[in-house]
């Protein structure tokens, strides 16, 4: 009886059989080793195979969409706040994409894209009056965090020119230097740059400026080099913080690019953010009239308050570079195959991926609120401070973690990690570094001040 059942279900077995199908198979396998494997097999092991076999002869599904914003923050925008940050995203993706890595591999600057992003009409977004939008900080934010998502290097320089040298206008000037300045500036009919920083002097310029000036009767005489000044190569004014003679107190100035004694020279060789054109400037008994300097700019806290509002903004490049690392490891993963299969589906990968995310969520909501606080006028320095700290060490571990998923190809440009990778290690140093910052949050919470 059995043998009559065996051979009635192999002739079943032989009418269900596409021979041509059989045919194809034979060469590509040795169906007599296959069938004794197969036979060997336990009950559980050929459950196992046929229900993996069944998964992969099924409709493909579609992956799932790359996104970096976990817990769509996004959505919280008003619509029109929506559409102006979907239409940077448009412009970061089709202008500046494409031409990131060229630009970024000759450290030149794009001067071309200038005319193309004054169209966005998105220069000194939070100011009030003068052209400007007077718009929410956290949508200033999540521009920042746009820009930096696709080009740190292109996020930076629209920071400087619309957040720190139209902010310096904004903050410190006169009802009169405000009308001249500013609606050029948002038009970016005219470029701005910022000069703080000094060849000897970076984290400690609260504790003196080496670059001076001098009142001589209509005219300021300004001596002393500014370093790591960017847009400086090609901007029509650079605000020009030096330290009084007669008075000990820092002022500000606007220096025109044509202005006698001033020489801004193209720094060479740099490692990051190198479509940012930085400058050393020096100034040689450089004279500016009265009629130029920042008429409420009288101390170095009127410039604190410059810098405090520029560095949310940094916080916030920080989170873009971080999810535009991430998004590029995603997306990699999903596409990249090894042992047959895309890496995604590898648990140490889905590991990293989660540990990325979780960090880039957390750097997201963190500047979320810092803006909110802003929009509030309770903005703090240590809020700021604790921002830059956080989201630029957590933006560090992506990055590293990302270059890490990318294996070999993550040290070419063209997969454009090792780009963000460079460009990390600047936007953690500028702006404050982390021992800085970490000092302006310790003496908020102890009370003592550990400045020395």
């Known amino acids: 009886m059995n043998l009559f059942k065996s051979i009635s279900q192999i002739r079943n077995l032989l009418q269900s059989i596409d021979i041509e199908a059989v ?92 005319p193309l992003m004054a169209k966005l009409n998105i220069c000194g977004l939070t100011y009030h009056g003068y052209g400007c939008a007077g718009r929410s900080a956290l949508l200033e934010g999540f521009i920042a965090m746009e820009m930096a998502r ?125 479509t940012v054109q930085n400058a050393l400037i020096t100034l040689t008994d450089c004279r500016v009239p009265e009629a130029d300097r920042l008429q409420n700019a009288n101390s170095f806290k009127d410039t604190a308050n410059v810098l405090r509002m520029t560095r949310a903004g940094v916080a916030w490049q920080a989170v873009g570079c971080g999810r535009g690392a991430y998004e590029l490891a995603l997306k990699y993963t999903m596409e990249r195959k090894q042992f047959g299969r895309p890496i995604a589906g590898f648990q140490l990968v889905q590991d990293l991926l989660v540990t990325m995310l979780g960090d880039l969520t957390a750097m997201q909501t963190m500047v979320y609120r810092l803006s909110q606080l802003q929009d509030a006028g309770d903005l703090a320095d240590e809020h700021a401070s604790l921002a830059k700290v956080f989201c630029t060490l957590r933006m560090r571990s992506i990055v590293d973690h990302a270059r890490e998923l990318f294996g070999g190809n993550g040290i070419l440009l063209e997969y454009d990690i090792a780009r963000f990778v460079a460009d990390a290690e600047a936007i953690y140093s500028y702006e404050g570094t982390k021992e800085i910052n970490s000092l302006i949050v310790g003496r908020a919470i102890t009370g003592e001040s550990a400045f020395v």
Not at 193 to 215: D, I, M, Q, W, Y
């Open 23 to 114: 045919a194809r198979l034979s060469r590509k396998v040795d169906l007599n080793q296959l069938m004794g494997i197969v036979s060997k097999m336990s009950e559980e092991d050929l459950g196992k195979m046929l229900k993996f076999m069944q998964a992969g002869s099924g409709k493909k599904k579609a992956p799932p969409v790359v996104n970096g914003d976990f817990y769509e923050l996004t959505s919280t925008l008003g619509p029109e706040e929506r559409e102006i940050q979907l239409k940077v995203r448009e412009f970061m993706e089709t202008e500046i994409k494409p031409i990131a890595n060229y630009y970024w591999n000759n450290a030149q600057f794009p001067m071309h894209i200038i």
């Open 150 to 274: 696709i080009d740190s290097s292109v996020s930076t320089f629209f920071g400087v020119h619309s957040g720190l040298a139209m902010g310096s206008i904004y903050l410190c000037g006169s009802e009169e230097q405000k009308q001249q300045w500013l609606p050029v500036m948002q038009r970016m009919e005219l470029i701005g740059a910022f000069g703080l920083t000094e060849p000897e002097v970076g984290s400690g310029v609260a504790g003196g400026l080496t670059t001076t000036c001098k009142r001589e009767g209509d005219e300021w005489v300004i001596n002393g080099q500014k370093k790591w000044i960017g847009n400086a190569t090609f901007s029509d004014i650079t605000i020009i913080w030096a330290r009084n003679l007669d008075d000990n107190q820092v002022k500000g100035f606007i220096v025109r690019k044509q202005n006698s004694g001033f020489k801004a020279e193209k720094m060479e060789d740099k490692m990051a953010l190198r």
